[in-house]
Every structure is written in C-alpha cells, then in structure tokens.
C-alpha cells in the first residue's frame, strides 16, 4: 500500500493498493504520474495523481529499489538490485524501453537532465555508474569506496539513504 498525504493538514488523503514492497517513489507532476518501485514482485505501480488510482503496473529487473524520474526526456530509471541492471521506462507509453547493465548490486539512482547522465550507486563493485541518457550506456564507472550507498547531486534531489 502506499499513502497520499495532504502536507498542509498532514493527513491521509487516500491509500493505493500497489504491488507487494513498495520501496520508493518518484513523481513526474507535468505527466501528473508518481511511479513506486515494488520489490518482491518486480514491478512498477504507475499511479495518476489526479484521481489517486493506478494507472498501469510495468514489470521491470528483479528486486527494483530505487527510482528517479527524468520529466523533460519522458524517462523513469529504476535500478533492480537483484538484476544488476536500471530499466529505463518510458514515461509517456509507460513501457520497458531499455535495460542496463551496470554492475553488481546497484542501489540508487538520481538523474541529471543538464548534463543528460544517470548515476547509480554499484555496491559490489564500490563504483557509481554514470548512463548516458541519451544513448543509455554505461560511459564512465567511478570508483568510490566500499559499498557506496546514497547519491547526491549539487543542486539536485538526494536520493537513498
């Protein structure tokens, strides 16, 4: 399940049955769509926040965690653990447009549209993977440390823990 909240009131709005483990959530407010990442079940429950209702569920990599959406190419990228890989999804057909390969155990994904890279921490390997979003190909991985886990951009959205 996941909650709406009214953040003036701080209140429920309503709650949306979505796939099992909900995970995260990313929203696209032109397309008024919020996608949540469903684990257990290898999903992504796309909902229409103008009637709080599911719209579509798009089945992606196993175990997807992470998810950060992209708004002016039309993209979300969800990063599915267990896979080793980020889907790419459309976000105007809501369909699987791509599937990348980018290390062991990736965790988490933010977007930068000005500079058309995704960057998703790989936790086995101790790198982050920067995709290009326009070819969607992985063009540089960047060695960090042990087991990173969180990503920021400056001037972005802070994604993971």
Request: proline share 6%.
């Given at each position: 399940m996941t909650s709406v909240l009214n953040t003036a009131t701080n209140a429920v709005i309503t709650t949306i049955a979505v796939g099992e483990t909900p995970v995260?959530?990313?929203?696209?407010?032109?397309?008024?769509?919020?996608?949540?990442?469903?684990?257990?079940d290898a999903t992504v429950s796309v909902?229409?926040?103008t009637t709080n209702t599911v719209a579509t569920t798009v089945p992606v990599g196993e175990a997807p965690w992470e998810v950060a959406v992209d708004p002016g190419r039309a993209r979300a990228y969800v990063v599915n653990g267990a896979a080793d890989s980020l889907s790419v999804i459309n976000t105007e057909t809501n369909t699987v447009v791509d599937t990348i390969t980018v290390g062991t155990e990736p965790a988490h994904v933010t977007v930068d549209p000005a500079r058309d890279r995704a960057y998703v921490t790989v936790s086995g390997d101790d790198t982050v993977a920067v995709v290009n979003t326009d070819t969607n190909e992985v063009v540089d991985p960047i060695a960090v440390g042990n087991t990173p886990n969180g990503i920021a951009l400056l001037n972005g959205t802070r994604k993971g823990d």
């Amino acid at each position: 399940m996941t909650s709406v909240l009214n953040t003036a009131t701080n209140a429920v709005i309503t709650t949306i049955a979505v796939g099992e483990t909900p995970v995260d959530v990313a929203v696209d407010p032109g397309r008024a769509r919020a996608y949540v990442t469903n684990r257990e079940d290898a999903t992504v429950s796309v909902i229409n926040t103008t009637t709080n209702t599911v719209a579509t569920t798009v089945p992606v990599g196993e175990a997807p965690w992470e998810v950060a959406v992209d708004p002016g190419r039309a993209r979300a990228y969800v990063v599915n653990g267990a896979a080793d890989s980020l889907s790419v999804i459309n976000t105007e057909t809501n369909t699987v447009v791509d599937t990348i390969t980018v290390g062991t155990e990736p965790a988490h994904v933010t977007v930068d549209p000005a500079r058309d890279r995704a960057y998703v921490t790989v936790s086995g390997d101790d790198t982050v993977a920067v995709v290009n979003t326009d070819t969607n190909e992985v063009v540089d991985p960047i060695a960090v440390g042990n087991t990173p886990n969180g990503i920021a951009l400056l001037n972005g959205t802070r994604k993971g823990d």
